[in-house]
């Protein structure tokens, strides 16, 4: 094989190996991917792309075996296993977060929510529970149908019900 050299200054390399590794190097004379792109800048964008006014595919589209993994579409929109992110971020399948989610104003969830804990830290904060709220399965029970809230009971059957002993003082 061969490799052909563009140079067009100082460490500015296009090089192509189509006989040898079959790599394209751009800003490297020495390929390590298909498609390599090597920035010595600190400041400026490394990898831009520019569709033209009125564009409504996706800007970006990585496939494995022809199947598109990630995307980015014309409203800057990504999805992972998702060809038609309809939101900023669309995951088709599960997700893992080791850090915090920050700055949320909404979740909505169409399917069950998990989570060890579940944390309010603002003395304003209010939240809704459409269709009412269980800890525990019968713990405490606030029943949105009824307007009853059970502590020990899954069916609350008062205003207030609570099954086992009580404390209450002044």
């Known amino acids: 094989g061969f490799t ?8 500015q390399h296009l090089v192509l190996s189509p006989n040898g590794t079959g790599k394209v190097g ?16 600190t400041s400026s964008t490394l990898f831009a792309l520019d569709a033209v006014s009125g564009f409504t595919g996706n800007l970006l589209d990585f496939k494995v ?7 980015i579409n014309s409203s800057g929109a990504l999805g992972l296993a998702s060809t038609t992110p309809g939101q900023k971020l669309v995951v088709e399948g599960n ?14 969830a169409t399917g069950t929510v998990t989570g060890a804990n579940f944390a309010v830290s ?3 904060a209010t939240s809704t529970f459409a269709g009412g709220l269980a800890v525990e399965t019968s713990g405490l029970v606030y029943d949105f149908s009824t307007n009853r809230v059970g502590i020990g009971t899954a069916s609350p059957t008062n205003a207030l019900s609570v099954v086992g ?5 002044a």
């Open 65 to 71: 075996a022809s199947t598109s993994r990630v995307v």
């Open 95 to 108: 997700a893992y977060f080791s850090g915090d989610i920050v700055n949320v104003a909404n979740v909505t």
């Open 4 to 11: 052909t050299d563009i140079t067009t200054g100082a460490n």
């Open 26 to 41: 751009i800003a490297t004379t020495t390929p390590w991917a298909k498609l390599s792109v090597a920035g010595s800048d």
């Open 165 to 169: 002993n009580a404390d209450f003082s």
């Open 122 to 124: 603002s003395a304003s």
